[in-house]
């Protein structure tokens, strides 16, 4: 049987082009058609070296690593260690699939003229087959992605958020929560809740202390407090629905800004409003803020994101 080079360079490449698409789909990176390509040619001549037994060192597991090392480096260029240890594993999952499909696919139809060579499947079969069981793992890996994001706990919806208001500065941990809509009825800005014990360091205690009178208009005791004067255009009134509380008000007041880190992004938000909550979410103190999904598609992000956490 005459084998070809030039078509085991380009099923090679296809395969890897498929492989690599779909870990870019699943970590959700900005793709770049020209990084995907290289790295996959990469891949297809370390098969043609492999596939004529050149240099026999090439096939050891240690410059397989080194391949995929490489070919992971070349398609996402990651910033950071953690994410490129996120990227090769979601790499080497996808592949895994891919190639228990392709697998699959060779035990019920057999192909004829197939054969292996050098650890490398040649023959007439590779194209149709790589074609279809890159398109059966690409749909097995999506369902069994979305399946496992439905059942995130709420620890793996917990984020890290910097609170900026005139001048100052606070961290706290905030829940990303589906169903919270609300927004604030004037500008339409979101509304991040906050517990206000976790405000102390940005907002003045007087405020905090003394939300209800401020929502009914009670402010004859605050007017005189020089910091209270400056930070009152940043008020906010916001109307919210709850389960056993219906037509309730909450006081906001407007942030200079809003970080929300997400791995090693960091979505950013000048538009936000802060609802203050003057009582507690949890008993743990697992979190102290609350906020909805806009926040997380709105603003000016660093980098593209689609990422809820995995």
């Known amino acids: 049987m005459t084998i070809y080079l030039d078509i085991v360079f380009f099923e090679n490449v296809l395969m890897n082009y498929i492989i690599i698409f779909t870990t870019g789909v699943v970590i ?5 058609k ?50 490129f240890i996120k990227d090769l594993t979601i790499f080497y999952l996808v592949s895994f699939v891919f190639g228990g499909c392709v697998f699959a696919l060779m035990y019920f139809l057999q192909p004829k003229m197939a054969q292996i060579r050098n ?7 590779p194209l149709k087959i790589a074609v279809i069981g890159g398109i059966v793992a690409f749909v097995i890996l999506q ?6 994001k439905t059942k995130l706990t709420k620890k793996d919806m ?7 208001i005139d001048g100052k500065s606070t961290n706290i941990k905030g829940l990303l929560d589906t169903g919270n809509l609300l927004k604030d009825p004037i500008s339409g800005f979101p509304v991040i809740v906050v517990e206000h014990k976790s405000l ?21 005791e605050l007017s005189g407090d020089s910091e209270f004067s400056r930070i009152i255009s940043r008020f906010r009134i916001i109307p919210f629905s709850s389960l056993g509380k219906q037509n309730g008000l909450l006081l906001g007041i407007k942030a200079d800004n809003v970080n929300i880190i997400l791995d090693e992004k960091t979505k ?21 803020a609350i906020f909805g999904l806009d926040m997380l598609e709105g603003g000016n ?5 689609a990422n809820v956490k995995v």
Request: charged share 15%; net charge positive; with cysteine.
């Open 28 to 32: 959700k990176d900005k793709l770049k």
């Open 34 to 83: 020209f990084r995907i390509f290289i790295g996959s040619c990469i891949g297809a001549v370390y098969t043609i070296v492999m596939y004529l037994n050149i240099i026999p060192i090439y096939s050891n597991f240690i410059m397989k690593l080194i391949l995929s090392f490489t070919i992971v480096y070349i398609a996402f260029k990651p910033k950071s260690l953690k994410k």
């Open 119 to 125: 650890g490398v499947f040649v023959g007439a079969y």
């Open 143 to 148: 369902i069994s992605f979305k399946i496992v």
């Open 158 to 164: 917990i984020y890290s958020i910097e609170v900026f």
């Open 200 to 220: 102390y360091s940005v907002i003045p205690k007087g405020i905090l202390n003394n939300l209800n009178k401020i929502i009914g208009g009670d402010i004859d």
């Open 268 to 288: 950013n938000n000048n538009n936000v409003i802060i609802g203050i909550y003057d009582k507690s979410f949890t008993k743990n103190g697992m979190y102290s």
């Open 301 to 305: 992000l660093s980098e593209n994101i």
